[in-house]
């Protein structure tokens, strides 16, 4: 083969939307070094229902025809998809700011392995993260990057790939390891993907009781996607098998990751889990759960006092405080 100049990797690129317009000059960057940029468009980014992005002069409103009749969901969920297929993820985060969904986008992106670069160091107390050895982890795992300089380690690492030998043996030190886009097969069998679903009826909230938890918590129903299957079937899986609910629509809320917290003394892992939780509309509240599972429903405002009284696991008591505020 040629040298690795040859190479066109792909890639997403993460950042809030209030730094549109250097998002669009790296994504311009990138197409003149041959870089294939799967996400996002070059553009402002408006979805009419929840008003996901609004421009503040209307000169600078140029909103994307793919995304105009869309969900904030699910155009996330899009992005997702795009970022499973990428060779790499790239970070725009001037004076280090990172908006909520950038921090969901690099925590799926550490969990699916899929190298990051950052244009400035990450905020990394925004990222939940503040045990020094983690920090000083992820810090060597992020380089700061300019594009051009991007473009080139990317193409190193795949013209490595492209060149080792096909017995799947892979470097294990974090700061080194590549599972890319040309690998995605390989992902499912190596990190925790889990399926989780905020299953409501109108203004009320299923959770569960299933004796998972200490003090007999309640959660939300969840699953972990099987290797090698795909995540919206351990979805459907999870529904129909584990919950046996009839569901009405389906919708993409939060992709999350789970690190360990200051003071754990164990394995150093930040790949440790990747959650993405959907909002699930149901036709009834008739449910057939297993056994062992026990279905609660809640109103809004008592979902709310479970929460504050610590009655909720913590993981899903934040992505519930999370649902409450947007359904506000």
């Known amino acids: 083969m040629g040298g690795f100049e040859e190479l066109y990797p792909e890639a997403v690129i993460t950042g809030s939307f209030k730094f549109k317009p250097e998002i669009d000059a790296a994504i311009n960057e990138f197409r003149d070094l041959n ?55 790239y970070v725009i ?26 244009s400035n160091e990450l905020d990394f ?31 190193e690492k795949l013209a490595l790939i492209d060149s080792s030998p096909s017995d799947g043996i892979y470097p294990t030190d974090h700061s080194s390891t590549v599972l890319t886009g040309r690998l995605n097969t390989e992902v499912a069998n190596v990190i925790n993907i889990a399926e989780g679903a905020i299953m409501r009826l109108g203004n009320r909230v299923m959770l569960v009781a299933d004796g998972r938890w200490e003090d007999e918590k309640l959660t ?36 999350s990751f789970m ?44 979902l709310e006092n479970l929460i504050n009284s610590n009655q909720v696991e913590p993981n899903a008591a934040k992505l519930l405080a999370n649902y409450l505020r947007s359904a506000a």
């Open 35 to 89: 870089v294939i940029i799967r996400a996002p468009e070059i553009g402002w980014l408006f979805v009419p229902s929840r008003g996901l992005v609004v421009a503040t002069k209307a000169e600078q409103f140029q909103p994307l025809p793919s995304e105009q009749y869309m969900m904030a969901g699910e155009v996330e969920a899009e992005f997702l998809a795009q970022l499973d297929q990428a060779d790499f993820v």
């Open 259 to 302: 690190i360990p917290e200051s003071g754990y003394d164990g394995p150093i892992d930040p790949d440790k889990f990747v959650f993405n939780d959907h909002v699930v509309d149901l036709r009834s509240e008739h449910v057939q759960p297993r056994p062992g599972v026990q279905p609660v429903w809640v109103s809004n405002s008592e």
């Open 125 to 155: 107390h925004a990222l939940g993260i503040h045990d020094p050895k983690i920090i000083e982890l992820m810090r060597a795992s992020v380089p700061i990057m300019s594009p051009s300089e991007a473009a080139r380690d990317i193409r």
């Open 220 to 255: 939300i129903p969840g699953t972990r996607v099987r290797p090698g299957e795909q995540k919206a079937k351990a979805l459907r899986r999870l529904l129909e098998s584990k919950i046996g609910a009839d569901a009405v629509e389906i919708a993409h809320f939060a992709t």
């Open 93 to 118: 985060n001037p004076e280090r700011y990172l908006g909520a969904m950038s921090i969901f986008e690099i925590g799926y992106s550490r969990g699916v392995r899929k190298p990051i670069y950052a």
